[in-house]
T-cell receptor
Framework: SQQGEEDPQALSIQEGENATMNCSYKTSINNLQWYRQNSGRGLVHLILIRSNEREKHSGRLRVTLDTSKKSSSLLITASRAADTASYFCATDMNSGYSTLTFGKGTMLLVSP | ETGVTQSPTHLIKTRGQQVTLRCSSQSGHNTVSWYQQALGQGPQFIFQYYREEENGRGNFPPRFSGLQFPNYSSELNVNALELDDSALYLC????????????FGSGTRLTVV
């Protein structure tokens, strides 16, 4: 079953613009992670935010977490064509062992 | 530091056959998880191994089984293949415990015909 749901399903922007993706989830979490996937291959870990954190930055990435609304957002600033990929949020729930539950992803297309 | 390596990269099997997929964990990682990703979907958790024991399982039937070896490499076995088993199978390793990101392999694309 899908724990998270990303919004929008697809996003098309021009290089230099910012891209914002949102994720909603259903149950309490230990942390939330964002991953990137190029062309249906392996996932690359981008950033992890713990349940007691509200905002985190990594390079051009900014992630926010609102546990009261059970939602997170990923902002990519100054997008590049190389950012074209699918982006997934994944929740690590308080289930006794650590594992990830993924949403369906947002497909981002950045045009030159 | 090596990443996660999966083999083979592509595989075509006939319905009813059995398949074994392999994964070498990232150095220093003692936990391996397997995920199934159908086309257009997010990865679905199959199971996780920690120190050679299965310590968590998703909603997959018993014909999906696995092993973890002393060097922390792992296998995913699927018996009695069905057409719906066609998917990208991803292996991910971590150092265990919550609060750490996972390192994923590039996946094995399984097609069942």
């Amino acid at each position: 079953s899908q724990q998270g749901e990303e919004d929008p399903q697809a996003l098309s922007i021009q290089e230099g613009e910012n891209a914002t993706m949102n994720c909603s989830y259903k149950t309490s979490i230990n942390n939330l992670q964002w991953y990137r996937q190029n062309s249906g291959r392996g996932l690359v870990h981008l950033i992890l935010i713990r349940s007691n954190e509200r905002e985190k930055h990594s390079g051009r990435l900014r992630v926010t977490l609102d546990t009261s609304k059970k939602s997170s957002s990923l902002l990519i600033t100054a997008s590049r064509a190389a950012d074209t990929a699918s982006y997934f949020c994944a929740t690590d729930m308080n289930s006794g062992y650590s594992t990830l539950t993924f949403g369906k992803g947002t497909m981002l297309l950045v045009s030159p | 530091e090596t990443g996660v390596t999966q083999s083979p990269t592509h595989l075509i099997k006939t319905r009813g056959q059995q398949v074994t997929l392999r994964c070498s964990s990232q150095s220093g990682h003692n936990t391996v998880s397997w995920y199934q990703q159908a086309l257009g979907q997010g990865p679905q958790f199959i199971f996780q191994y920690y120190r050679e024991e299965e310590n968590g399982r998703g909603n997959f039937p018993p014909r999906f089984s696995g092993l973890q070896f002393p060097n922390y490499s792992s296998e995913l076995n699927v018996n009695a293949l069905e057409l719906d088993d066609s998917a990208l199978y991803l292996c991910a390793s971590s150092s265990g415990g919550s609060g750490y990101g996972y390192t994923f392999g590039s996946g094995t694309r399984l097609t069942v015909v």
